[in-house]
Structure formats: structure tokens, C-alpha cells
């Protein structure tokens, strides 16, 4: 048995996941919900075990470290990340509808690391070096996850409010499947809480990180700007929450724009800007 092999597995049951919450969503039966959770939880397993194994592969190859250091471990373990928040999410609210909006965000990461990204493992780079490497990852895509989850939410309360201010009501069809608007709006806000922390220690991880590889906390590198982007937009949705009210569209969209803004600094600035962090767009 093999990471590969597992990392196959995984995207195959993350599928099975996503189309059968997408069928729950559309017949309301409570069996295809709870076969949906099952294919998530048994991907979430397969990918816990081929993370490992992968972290073995690579000490038997000599180059020995953990398999968070390019482009593809990082999206993998971006998708681990995301299934692992909502399984969190799942155990206390048990509201499996929102699988349908969460685990095609887990899918898209794995297939596109599977299909699209190189699969293999290389040594690291001096710069990562670092036991601040496990740190500082962890926490910045235990971050994202959140924030994914809470992009989900965000998209059900405005396809629910959208069909609540039309009148509609919210007794029948899809939309009944849906949580409470009210619901919606806290979990959201729950989900960022849980985030916004997260992202913090990402961003002071790495700057301790930055300060061990190039001897500076600071130096307005493009990923560390949009990091602080995406802080300023989730403190941003944090003081409007608490000191002005701020609930419903305006916080579901804010959330919206702030994952958004995450994906951009995950990616974007990885894939298309030139700075200190270049090293992860090309493989």
C-alpha cells in the first residue's frame, strides 16, 4: 500500500461524499445524509493514513520530512484540513446538508493535486529547513479550513435569504433542508472564530520562521502583505460583528470575500507573484 494509492482512494470517496450529500439535498432522505458523513469519514481516514505513509516514504528515500513542503502536500493536506473542520462541525451540529456545500471544496483540492500537481517527493529547501515548518502550516491551513467551512455557510444563508425575501417562505423542497437562518448566521460567525486565531498563529509562526531563514520578522514580501490582507478582512468581520451587529448578508458576503482573499494568498500569490515564497508555486 502506497500514499499514491491512498491519495486515490481518498478523492474517490470524497466524490462518493459530495454526490451522495448532493442527492440528500435534493430527496431529503436522512440515509443518503448519513452515507454522505460515512464516505467523508472514511476519506478523511484513508488521507490521515496516506499523509503518513507518505511522511515514511520520504525518510526511506533519505530526504526525510514532513510531506508539508510543496505545492501538492500542501493542497492535500488543505483538503485533510477542510474534511477535518466540518467532521468537527458535524459531531456537535449535525447538520449533514452542509456537506454539500463544504466537500466540494475538499474534493477540487484533491483531484487537482492528484491529476494536475507533481506527485513527487523532493528535498527540502534550505529555507524549510526548519521545525517551524510543521508550526506554521498547521495552523495557517487549520485557518483556511475554517474559513472554508464558513464559506459554505455563508452560501446557504444567502440561497436561503434570497429565497425568504422572495416570499417563497421555507416549508418545502430544497430549502427546507437547510438550517435556520439564524443558525446559519452563527455558525458562520462560530466557524471564523475558530479560524481567525488560527491564522494568527500562522502569521506569528512564520514570522519567527522568517526571522530564522533570512534574519528578519518582516520584510512586506508578497505573501506576508496578503496574510495580513486576509487578517484585516476576518478582524474587519469580527469588530463589525461584536461592536456594530454586523449579521445576516453582510457578514455572510464578508466571509465570502474573505475566503476569497484566503485562496488568493494560498495560491494566487504562490502561482503568479515573485517574492521570498516562490519556492512553492513550482511544484
Wanted: aromatic share 16%.
Amino acid at each position: 500500500m502506497t500514499s499514491s494509492l491512498l491519495f486515490n482512494v481518498t478523492t474517490f470517496a470524497y466524490l462518493i461524499s459530495m454526490l451522495l450529500f448532493f442527492a440528500f439535498l435534493a430527496s431529503r432522505a436522512k440515509a443518503l445524509g448519513t452515507a454522505g458523513m460515512i464516505a467523508a469519514y472514511v476519506g478523511l481516514l484513508a488521507q490521515t493514513v496516506a499523509i503518513a505513509l507518505r511522511w515514511k516514504e520520504s525518510y526511506d528515500m533519505g530526504v526525510g520530512h514532513a510531506p508539508l513542503s510543496n505545492l501538492y502536500e500542501s493542497v492535500v493536506f488543505f483538503a485533510w484540513t477542510i474534511v477535518l473542520i466540518y467532521a468537527l462541525l458535524d459531531i456537535k451540529y449535525k447538520y449533514r446538508v452542509i456537506g454539500a456545500f463544504v466537500m466540494p471544496f475538499a474534493l477540487l483540492g484533491m483531484a487537482w493535486a492528484q491529476l494536475g500537481l507533481n506527485t513527487g517527493i523532493e528535498p527540502l529547501v534550505p529555507a524549510l529547513q526548519s521545525n517551524w515548518l510543521l508550526y506554521h502550516v498547521i495552523t495557517c491551513f487549520l485557518g483556511y479550513a475554517a474559513f472554508a467551512v464558513a464559506c459554505g455557510i455563508s452560501i446557504m444563508y444567502l440561497i436561503k435569504a434570497a429565497f425568504e425575501t422572495g416570499g417563497n417562505g421555507s416549508s418545502g423542497g430544497i430549502i427546507a433542508m437547510f438550517p435556520p437562518i439564524r443558525v446559519l448566521d452563527d455558525l458562520n460567525y462560530r466557524a471564523i472564530m475558530v479560524g481567525f486565531p488560527l491564522l494568527t498563529l500562522g502569521i506569528i509562526t512564520g514570522a519567527a520562521w522568517a526571522n530564522y531563514a533570512w534574519g528578519t520578522y518582516w520584510s512586506w514580501d508578497p505573501k506576508e502583505t496578503w496574510s495580513l490582507i486576509v487578517w484585516f478582512v476576518y478582524a474587519a468581520f469580527l469588530h463589525a460583528r461584536i461592536t456594530k451587529g454586523w449579521v445576516g448578508k453582510r457578514a455572510a458576503w464578508l466571509s465570502i470575500v474573505g475566503f476569497a482573499a484566503t485562496i488568493f494568498c494560498y495560491l494566487g500569490v504562490n502561482l503568479f507573484l515573485s517574492g521570498l515564497h516562490s519556492y512553492g508555486g513550482g511544484k
